[in-house]
Protein backbone atom coordinates (compact mmCIF):
# COMPACT_ATOMS: atom_id res chain seq x y z
CA UNK A 1 0.00 0.00 0.00
CA UNK A 2 0.94 3.56 -0.68
CA UNK A 3 0.85 5.41 2.07
CA UNK A 4 1.40 9.46 2.31
CA UNK A 5 1.94 10.83 5.94
CA UNK A 6 1.37 13.94 6.65
CA UNK A 7 4.27 16.11 5.95
CA UNK A 8 6.27 17.79 9.39
CA UNK A 9 5.94 20.88 7.58
CA UNK A 10 1.84 20.67 7.32
CA UNK A 11 0.42 24.40 8.81
CA UNK A 12 -3.24 23.19 10.10
CA UNK A 13 -5.57 25.68 8.52
CA UNK A 14 -6.55 27.88 11.95
CA UNK A 15 -2.67 28.14 11.97
CA UNK A 16 -2.39 30.19 9.30
CA UNK A 17 -3.23 34.01 9.85
CA UNK A 18 -6.09 35.00 7.60
CA UNK A 19 -5.18 34.78 4.42
CA UNK A 20 -7.22 37.32 2.56
CA UNK A 21 -5.00 39.84 4.78
CA UNK A 22 -2.06 38.98 2.60
CA UNK A 23 -3.76 37.69 -0.77
CA UNK A 24 -5.36 40.96 -1.31
CA UNK A 25 -2.74 43.49 -2.28
CA UNK A 26 -4.66 46.73 -2.90
CA UNK A 27 -6.41 46.57 0.59
CA UNK A 28 -2.81 46.02 1.93
CA UNK A 29 -1.43 48.91 0.49
CA UNK A 30 -4.39 51.11 1.12
CA UNK A 31 -3.77 49.67 4.79
CA UNK A 32 -0.43 50.69 4.61
CA UNK A 33 -1.01 54.30 3.43
CA UNK A 34 -3.50 54.51 6.11
CA UNK A 35 -0.86 53.15 8.58
CA UNK A 36 1.94 55.70 7.40
CA UNK A 37 -0.09 59.10 8.01
CA UNK A 38 -0.92 57.17 11.43
CA UNK A 39 2.06 55.98 12.56
CA UNK A 40 5.31 55.50 10.38
CA UNK A 41 6.66 52.18 12.67
CA UNK A 42 3.70 50.24 11.90
CA UNK A 43 4.46 50.42 8.48
CA UNK A 44 7.69 49.42 9.08
CA UNK A 45 6.39 46.26 10.96
CA UNK A 46 4.28 45.86 7.75
CA UNK A 47 6.66 45.93 5.15
CA UNK A 48 8.82 43.69 7.10
CA UNK A 49 6.07 41.20 7.25
CA UNK A 50 5.73 40.51 3.41
CA UNK A 51 8.40 38.39 2.60
CA UNK A 52 8.12 35.67 3.88
CA UNK A 53 4.51 35.94 4.24
CA UNK A 54 2.10 33.19 5.52
CA UNK A 55 0.95 30.74 3.55
CA UNK A 56 -0.84 31.29 0.10
CA UNK A 57 -2.28 28.60 -2.07
CA UNK A 58 -0.57 25.86 -3.74
CA UNK A 59 -1.71 22.50 -4.80
CA UNK A 60 -0.03 19.67 -2.56
CA UNK A 61 2.52 17.96 -4.36
CA UNK A 62 0.77 15.60 -7.28
CA UNK A 63 3.85 13.13 -6.91
CA UNK A 64 5.11 12.89 -3.06
CA UNK A 65 8.39 10.72 -2.86
CA UNK A 66 9.18 9.66 1.05
CA UNK A 67 12.15 12.00 0.93
CA UNK A 68 13.29 13.68 4.42
CA UNK A 69 12.34 17.27 3.98
CA UNK A 70 15.68 19.66 5.25
CA UNK A 71 14.44 22.49 7.57
CA UNK A 72 12.93 25.68 6.81
CA UNK A 73 16.36 26.86 9.63
CA UNK A 74 18.55 25.08 7.00
CA UNK A 75 17.20 25.96 4.16
CA UNK A 76 16.81 29.37 4.91
CA UNK A 77 20.39 30.33 7.10
CA UNK A 78 22.90 28.56 4.40
CA UNK A 79 22.87 30.25 1.23
CA UNK A 80 24.83 30.74 -2.02
CA UNK A 81 23.81 34.68 -3.24
CA UNK A 82 26.98 36.16 -4.45
CA UNK A 83 24.89 39.57 -4.79
CA UNK A 84 24.83 39.43 -1.27
CA UNK A 85 27.87 37.46 -0.16
CA UNK A 86 30.32 34.74 -1.18
CA UNK A 87 30.03 33.45 2.73
CA UNK A 88 26.87 31.20 2.65
CA UNK A 89 26.38 31.68 6.64
CA UNK A 90 26.34 35.55 5.76
CA UNK A 91 23.97 36.09 3.44
CA UNK A 92 20.83 36.56 5.49
CA UNK A 93 22.23 39.21 7.36
CA UNK A 94 22.12 41.07 4.14
CA UNK A 95 19.11 40.72 2.92
CA UNK A 96 17.04 43.65 4.73
CA UNK A 97 17.92 46.72 1.82
CA UNK A 98 16.40 43.97 -0.96
CA UNK A 99 12.91 44.12 -1.80
CA UNK A 100 11.44 42.47 -3.79
CA UNK A 101 7.84 43.75 -4.01
CA UNK A 102 7.06 45.36 -6.37
CA UNK A 103 8.49 43.18 -8.96
CA UNK A 104 8.77 43.10 -13.24
CA UNK A 105 9.72 40.25 -14.80
CA UNK A 106 10.20 40.87 -18.87
CA UNK A 107 9.46 38.08 -21.18
CA UNK A 108 11.05 39.06 -25.03
CA UNK A 109 13.09 37.23 -27.77
CA UNK A 110 11.74 34.91 -29.98
CA UNK A 111 8.34 35.01 -28.94
CA UNK A 112 4.59 36.39 -30.32
CA UNK A 113 4.78 40.00 -28.56
CA UNK A 114 6.92 40.41 -25.57
CA UNK A 115 5.18 40.98 -22.20
CA UNK A 116 5.80 41.92 -18.56
CA UNK A 117 4.69 39.61 -15.85
CA UNK A 118 3.96 41.81 -12.29
CA UNK A 119 3.90 40.29 -8.78
CA UNK A 120 -0.04 39.62 -9.31
CA UNK A 121 0.67 37.91 -12.86
CA UNK A 122 3.45 35.46 -11.26
CA UNK A 123 0.71 34.40 -8.55
CA UNK A 124 -2.20 33.93 -10.67
CA UNK A 125 -0.41 30.80 -12.35
CA UNK A 126 -1.49 28.03 -10.61
CA UNK A 127 1.06 27.26 -7.95
CA UNK A 128 1.65 23.74 -6.83
CA UNK A 129 4.15 22.65 -4.08
CA UNK A 130 7.64 20.46 -5.47
CA UNK A 131 9.22 18.09 -3.00
CA UNK A 132 12.98 17.77 -4.98
CA UNK A 133 16.63 16.73 -3.77
CA UNK A 134 18.87 20.14 -4.55
CA UNK A 135 22.47 19.54 -4.88
CA UNK A 136 24.71 21.99 -5.01
CA UNK A 137 28.47 21.50 -7.34
CA UNK A 138 30.13 21.80 -4.33
CA UNK A 139 29.08 18.65 -2.98
CA UNK A 140 26.23 19.59 -0.16
CA UNK A 141 22.71 18.86 -0.92
CA UNK A 142 19.24 19.22 0.83
CA UNK A 143 15.57 17.83 0.22
CA UNK A 144 13.54 21.09 -0.35
CA UNK A 145 9.48 21.62 -0.62
CA UNK A 146 9.37 23.84 -3.28
CA UNK A 147 6.40 26.00 -4.75
CA UNK A 148 5.85 27.36 -7.49
CA UNK A 149 4.41 26.61 -11.19
CA UNK A 150 5.97 24.30 -14.18
CA UNK A 151 8.16 26.57 -16.42
CA UNK A 152 6.52 24.95 -19.45
CA UNK A 153 3.41 27.34 -18.80
CA UNK A 154 4.94 30.09 -19.27
CA UNK A 155 6.77 29.03 -22.28
CA UNK A 156 3.16 28.27 -23.55
CA UNK A 157 1.97 31.68 -22.37
CA UNK A 158 4.77 33.25 -24.31
CA UNK A 159 4.04 31.04 -27.62
CA UNK A 160 7.64 30.97 -28.94
CA UNK A 161 8.61 30.75 -32.27
CA UNK A 162 10.45 27.83 -34.07
CA UNK A 163 13.87 29.59 -34.04
CA UNK A 164 13.53 30.12 -30.24
CA UNK A 165 15.89 26.57 -29.15
CA UNK A 166 16.74 28.49 -25.46
CA UNK A 167 15.54 30.08 -22.88
CA UNK A 168 17.77 32.68 -21.13
CA UNK A 169 17.62 33.95 -17.61
CA UNK A 170 19.03 37.44 -15.74
CA UNK A 171 18.93 38.13 -12.46
CA UNK A 172 18.25 41.74 -11.19
CA UNK A 173 21.08 43.97 -11.49
CA UNK A 174 20.92 46.82 -8.57
CA UNK A 175 23.71 47.41 -6.90
CA UNK A 176 21.82 49.29 -3.92
CA UNK A 177 20.18 46.42 -3.31
CA UNK A 178 22.82 44.33 -3.77
CA UNK A 179 26.45 44.85 -1.74
CA UNK A 180 28.54 42.61 -3.95
CA UNK A 181 27.11 44.40 -7.07
CA UNK A 182 28.64 47.54 -5.66
CA UNK A 183 31.68 46.01 -4.92
CA UNK A 184 34.81 47.76 -6.29
CA UNK A 185 36.08 44.13 -7.15
CA UNK A 186 32.28 42.13 -7.30
CA UNK A 187 33.06 38.44 -7.00
CA UNK A 188 31.38 37.54 -10.42
CA UNK A 189 30.24 39.71 -13.20
CA UNK A 190 26.85 40.95 -13.08
CA UNK A 191 23.92 40.79 -14.08
CA UNK A 192 24.11 36.47 -13.21
CA UNK A 193 22.49 34.91 -15.86
CA UNK A 194 21.59 31.65 -16.64
CA UNK A 195 20.42 29.46 -19.58
CA UNK A 196 18.38 26.28 -20.53
CA UNK A 197 17.63 24.09 -23.98
CA UNK A 198 13.91 24.56 -24.46
CA UNK A 199 13.25 21.35 -24.08
CA UNK A 200 15.01 21.23 -20.55
CA UNK A 201 12.73 24.15 -19.92
CA UNK A 202 9.67 22.41 -20.98
CA UNK A 203 10.41 19.55 -18.86
CA UNK A 204 7.91 18.29 -16.35
CA UNK A 205 10.15 18.80 -13.72
CA UNK A 206 11.61 22.23 -14.31
CA UNK A 207 9.79 25.06 -11.85
CA UNK A 208 9.63 28.98 -11.80
CA UNK A 209 9.78 28.84 -7.72
CA UNK A 210 7.66 31.51 -5.43
CA UNK A 211 7.92 30.35 -2.34
CA UNK A 212 8.97 27.29 -0.08
CA UNK A 213 6.63 25.08 2.71
CA UNK A 214 3.95 27.07 1.92
CA UNK A 215 5.52 30.39 2.20
CA UNK A 216 6.40 33.25 -0.37
CA UNK A 217 10.38 32.73 -1.32
CA UNK A 218 12.63 33.87 1.42
CA UNK A 219 15.08 36.65 -0.15
CA UNK A 220 17.80 34.96 0.79
CA UNK A 221 16.72 31.59 -1.33
CA UNK A 222 15.97 34.26 -4.59
CA UNK A 223 12.24 36.21 -4.00
CA UNK A 224 10.19 36.62 -6.02
CA UNK A 225 10.80 34.04 -8.42
CA UNK A 226 13.34 31.82 -9.03
CA UNK A 227 13.94 28.64 -11.43
CA UNK A 228 14.28 25.33 -9.67
CA UNK A 229 16.34 22.39 -12.27
CA UNK A 230 16.41 19.68 -10.24
CA UNK A 231 18.42 17.78 -12.17
CA UNK A 232 20.87 20.21 -12.35
CA UNK A 233 23.98 21.40 -10.42
CA UNK A 234 22.28 24.31 -8.34
CA UNK A 235 23.56 27.44 -9.83
CA UNK A 236 21.63 26.59 -12.58
CA UNK A 237 18.52 27.63 -10.72
CA UNK A 238 18.93 31.52 -10.85
CA UNK A 239 17.53 33.94 -8.25
CA UNK A 240 15.52 36.72 -8.39
CA UNK A 241 14.90 36.34 -11.86
CA UNK A 242 13.92 39.84 -14.36
CA UNK A 243 14.45 38.70 -17.29
CA UNK A 244 13.53 35.83 -19.65
CA UNK A 245 14.54 35.60 -23.20
CA UNK A 246 14.07 33.26 -25.85
CA UNK A 247 17.12 32.80 -27.97
CA UNK A 248 18.20 30.65 -31.06
CA UNK A 249 21.58 30.66 -29.66
CA UNK A 250 22.89 28.90 -26.15
CA UNK A 251 22.85 31.26 -23.71
CA UNK A 252 26.67 32.03 -22.39
CA UNK A 253 25.99 31.43 -18.63
CA UNK A 254 27.39 33.36 -15.45
CA UNK A 255 29.53 29.85 -14.15
CA UNK A 256 30.88 29.29 -17.74
CA UNK A 257 32.38 33.32 -18.60
CA UNK A 258 34.12 33.12 -15.00
CA UNK A 259 35.61 29.31 -15.08
CA UNK A 260 35.01 27.71 -18.25
CA UNK A 261 37.31 24.76 -17.65
CA UNK A 262 35.47 23.89 -14.70
CA UNK A 263 31.29 24.97 -15.07
CA UNK A 264 29.54 24.20 -18.57
CA UNK A 265 26.13 25.19 -20.24
CA UNK A 266 24.61 21.92 -18.83
CA UNK A 267 25.71 20.90 -15.39
CA UNK A 268 23.57 17.75 -14.94
CA UNK A 269 24.24 16.08 -11.94
CA UNK A 270 26.66 13.45 -12.39
CA UNK A 271 29.25 11.36 -10.04
CA UNK A 272 31.27 9.94 -12.69
CA UNK A 273 32.46 13.37 -13.79
CA UNK A 274 34.42 15.02 -11.51
CA UNK A 275 34.82 18.93 -10.79
CA UNK A 276 38.49 19.47 -11.66
CA UNK A 277 38.99 20.27 -8.33
CA UNK A 278 37.03 17.97 -6.02
CA UNK A 279 35.01 14.33 -6.57
CA UNK A 280 31.22 14.95 -7.23
CA UNK A 281 31.19 11.20 -5.98
CA UNK A 282 29.20 11.63 -2.81
CA UNK A 283 27.30 14.75 -0.88
CA UNK A 284 27.11 16.49 2.51
CA UNK A 285 23.44 16.41 3.02
CA UNK A 286 22.66 19.47 5.11
CA UNK A 287 22.29 18.29 8.58
CA UNK A 288 23.51 14.88 8.25
CA UNK A 289 27.09 13.47 9.09
CA UNK A 290 27.79 10.75 7.16
CA UNK A 291 27.95 11.78 3.06
CA UNK A 292 25.46 10.06 0.87
CA UNK A 293 26.22 8.80 -2.62
CA UNK A 294 25.11 11.22 -5.78
CA UNK A 295 22.88 10.13 -8.21
CA UNK A 296 22.75 10.16 -12.20
CA UNK A 297 20.54 13.86 -12.87
CA UNK A 298 20.57 13.90 -8.96
CA UNK A 299 18.34 10.60 -9.06
CA UNK A 300 15.54 12.10 -11.93
CA UNK A 301 17.23 9.66 -14.31
CA UNK A 302 13.73 8.51 -15.72
CA UNK A 303 12.19 11.81 -15.83
CA UNK A 304 15.32 13.52 -18.40
CA UNK A 305 18.09 11.04 -19.36
CA UNK A 306 16.26 10.83 -23.00
CA UNK A 307 17.02 14.95 -23.49
CA UNK A 308 20.75 13.59 -23.47
CA UNK A 309 20.58 10.13 -25.60
CA UNK A 310 23.74 10.16 -27.55
CA UNK A 311 25.08 13.01 -25.98
CA UNK A 312 28.78 12.25 -24.09
CA UNK A 313 27.95 13.92 -21.03
CA UNK A 314 31.51 14.03 -20.39
CA UNK A 315 31.97 16.70 -22.53
CA UNK A 316 28.66 17.95 -22.57
CA UNK A 317 29.05 18.93 -18.76
N1 LIG B 1 21.39 33.01 -8.42
C1 LIG B 1 21.97 34.21 -8.31
N2 LIG B 1 21.39 35.26 -8.88
N3 LIG B 1 23.15 34.40 -7.63
C2 LIG B 1 23.80 33.35 -7.06
O1 LIG B 1 24.88 33.56 -6.46
N4 LIG B 1 23.85 30.94 -6.65
C3 LIG B 1 23.48 29.65 -7.24
C4 LIG B 1 21.96 29.51 -7.35
N5 LIG B 1 21.38 30.69 -7.92
C5 LIG B 1 23.24 32.05 -7.17
C6 LIG B 1 21.98 31.92 -7.84
C7 LIG B 1 24.03 28.53 -6.50
S1 LIG B 1 25.70 28.23 -6.67
C8 LIG B 1 23.25 27.70 -5.72
S2 LIG B 1 23.87 26.31 -5.03
C9 LIG B 1 21.85 28.03 -5.46
O2 LIG B 1 21.43 29.26 -6.04
C10 LIG B 1 21.62 28.14 -3.96
O3 LIG B 1 20.25 28.26 -3.67
P1 LIG B 1 19.79 28.36 -2.14
O4 LIG B 1 20.52 29.51 -1.52
O5 LIG B 1 18.31 28.56 -2.21
O6 LIG B 1 20.17 27.05 -1.50
Keep these: MNLIKKPSWHIDEKEVTDERLFNNRRNFLKLGTAALVANTAVLVLMAKERYPTPDFKYLKDPNPENLDLNTWKQITTYNNFYEFSTDKDYVLELVDKFNPDPWKVEVSGLIDKPFTLDLDDIYKFQQEERIYRFRCV ?159 FNGYEEEVAHLYKGMDLRKYY
Excluded at 153 to 159: F, G, P
Excluded at 173 to 193: H, L, M
Excluded at 263 to 279: E, L, M, Q
Aim: no cysteine.
Design 138 to 296: EGWSMVVPWIGFPLKTLIKKANPSRKAKYIRFETLYDPKQFPNQASRFPTIEYPYVEGLRLDEAMNNLTLMATGLYGKKMPKQNGAPLRLIVPWKYGFKSIKSIVKIEFTEKEPLNTWQKTTPNEYGFYANVNPKVDHPRWSQKRERVLGRLRKQKTRL
